[in-house]
């Protein structure tokens, strides 16, 4: 048997690993230091407790034989795709239930997706970028090409006119710079995408953190977008379930290739790979929608948001370039004094004890940059923001 | 954009919907009498109390801040992988823990295994087979080769040696035929496999059906099976997980390709398109393991045993030939008085009420035979296998 050959492509991140190693290593050789972790992409509150309580009745059903439940429908129960809907609709989106896919998350779906499309496509992703973009489409051997973020655009990079592409990833609010697209940008994405004959594999995992009403939660409440975008989401950061498991793919009847529906191509593909999420995560995703759900969601993203203010305000104070944090978990700031990634990263946890992500880590544009998250625990934010204050004041 | 064209070489299969169809139309048009399936492939008992406790647990654990977890490892916890690990050392396979991949299930493993292999790789498929199997790599574009089964080798298929595959599938005890390999058979399927250095993708979905000791739950049972198969297993089957979405994968360190371990392979698809299995049902599929748990899904398997023995009786008493029953849920056999496999279906829908499945849906060998399933209700089952005898007594 031969292997997959574009697998010995891929380049090992060790991005995350060679973090934590350094931040281990300084908390061993100063005990006395207390180290304060603003790197991390993953939430620290709790479920909410209407979560829960949904879970924990669906597990009892599950043990019941007149209410136990075995094979469900590949893309997901009828309650929570109408819940979906719903949730859609409040911004003016008319979806059906049909065009909504319930998945274990937006990391399986964004690289699922690429099942369904030729192998010769290009595909336009910006760098920097979250990693699985760039490994999956690698894995496949397909041609990528780059399109630029940086400070002269805001992290917000739109496709070229002069260049085609057939695939073309948006992140907004953007993982890992916390930068978020207008409606002017998103039209022009879509605008694009549609002269283009290209697929916008939208990603809005982090759509939750948007407070300006003036910015779109969906790709869809631009014009045309259902006839060239299929977005992604997730319960991760909406509701804390990194570690409970359930996303969620739109892809939109009006989307075609020719005389194929991409909705059929990915139905296809998911009834034939895939057998569908847990009954009780189901139950547990669908009880975020409720009344209660949706205000006990809200209090850990306004927990979440309320830490980024702090950074924000503290990069402010010291007069550092940043972009995020206003819509997004992520604050992504230029390294002061002309650092670079690492070397602000070791001059952070030598002198402050604080330990962040070295921008260089999500591609060549990342370079001199540096990412914040507003994960952590509100306390020691206030305590980090303290010190990098006084270090750099 | 181009779409991958060859998702239309796939052919619909409209095997259960016709079932569901024809089972339908004959319920309204005969209101007087009582329909019992025998053609699901689902369970129907509930999830065992120690599982539902520690599903119910776990989320208690997940609604509070100083238990919560987030992100997992993506190969599973190591607490599941290491319970599945004393479970194969049951049966004297000495396995790694990380060469223990938990997933959400054999069918999601089975299409994503594919990944890691060649794409002009020649894949060998039993026919009958599980529809997955060939549906997977038609998508891919693959070549695809098939082993005939038949009632000469009581649908028990090997690699001729003339021919030569890249990659294998077996399945034991089989999905639809119920028939099961003995260690004389795998180790010519073993032997087959280090000769022509092929990789056996070992489907053991229901080796918890295995009552006979002499015959091999795993295929690593088989000296240098670890050099050539990658097995595939699901709690679907051994604990009514269908719906609660949990499985494993095994893939040894000793499997290389020249100087790729294809673990490293897999480990690397899996942390990148993939983010583990939720905590709620990692922990839940822990609880099958404990002795309590052991103890409760046995009761299980021996009602759904008890099924295939009325069932097996019956077809004995009427002298049909068939295999399967013994370590399987299902019942392979051959439609009496020379019928095709729709016309048995009809027959027996017609004159006794009962449903099945026609073999036919799965494969050109199928045809003439006909698939009966153990996991109903035990007075039903009784029901219809006395309605079978008198039909064809």
């Given at each position: ?9 891929l ?141 002269g ?31 002017e ?7 694009y ?17 948007i ?16 006839e ?26 009006a ?38 759900g949706?205000?006990?969601i ?86 980090a ?7 750099l004041?």
């Open positions: 048997m031969k292997i997959n050959e574009h697998y010995l492509d380049k090992d991140s060790y991005l995350f690993s060679t973090v934590g190693r350094k931040a281990r290593t300084y908390a061993q050789e100063h005990p006395d230091r207390k180290v304060i972790s603003l790197g991390i992409g993953d939430v620290t509150l709790p479920l909410a407790p209407v979560v829960v309580d949904a879970m924990r009745a669906a597990a009892k059903e599950m043990g019941d034989a007149a209410t136990f439940r075995g094979y469900g429908p590949e893309q997901g129960y009828a309650f929570l795709r109408e819940a979906i809907q719903r949730y859609y609709a409040e911004r003016g989106v008319t979806l059906s239930a049909d065009e909504i896919f319930v998945s274990d998350g937006a990391k399986s779906d964004l690289g699922n997706l690429l099942d369904i499309f030729a192998l010769d496509n290009t595909v336009l992703i910006p760098d920097p970028v979250y990693p699985v973009y760039q490994d999956t489409n690698t894995m496949l051997g397909r041609q990528v090409i780059y399109a630029d973020a940086n400070a655009n805001g992290f917000l990079p739109l496709p070229d006119d002069s260049v085609h592409a057939d695939v073309i990833y948006l992140c907004s609010p953007n993982n890992p710079t916390g930068a978020v697209y207008n409606r940008q998103l039209t022009r994405g879509v605008a995408a549609r002269r283009e004959h290209a697929v916008i594999l939208f990603d809005a995992a982090y759509e939750c953190f407070r300006d009403p003036e910015i779109p939660h969906s790709i869809y409440q631009i014009e045309g977008a259902q060239c975008a299929i977005e992604v989401c997730s319960f991760s950061k909406i509701a804390g379930f990194t570690g409970t498991r359930c996303g969620y793919t739109v892809v939109p009847m989307l075609t290739s020719g005389d194929t529906k991409l909705n059929s191509l990915w139905l296809r593909r998911q009834t034939t790979k895939f057998n569908g999420v847990s009954y009780v995560v189901q139950k547990a995703a669908e009880a975020v929608f409720t009344p209660e949706r205000v006990q809200e209090t850990a993203i306004d927990y979440y948001h309320r830490n980024a203010q702090v950074m924000m305000q503290g990069m402010k104070d010291l007069g550092i370039w940043f972009t995020g944090g206003s819509a997004s978990p992520y604050i992504w700031l230029k390294c002061p004094r002309e650092m670079g990634s690492w070397e602000f990263f070791d001059f952070l946890l030598e002198n402050a004890s604080v330990v962040g992500t070295p921008g260089c880590g999500f591609g060549s544009n990342g370079e001199g940059f540096f990412r914040l998250t507003a994960f952590g625990n509100y306390e020691q934010t206030v305590e923001v303290d010190r990098i204050k006084k270090l004041g």
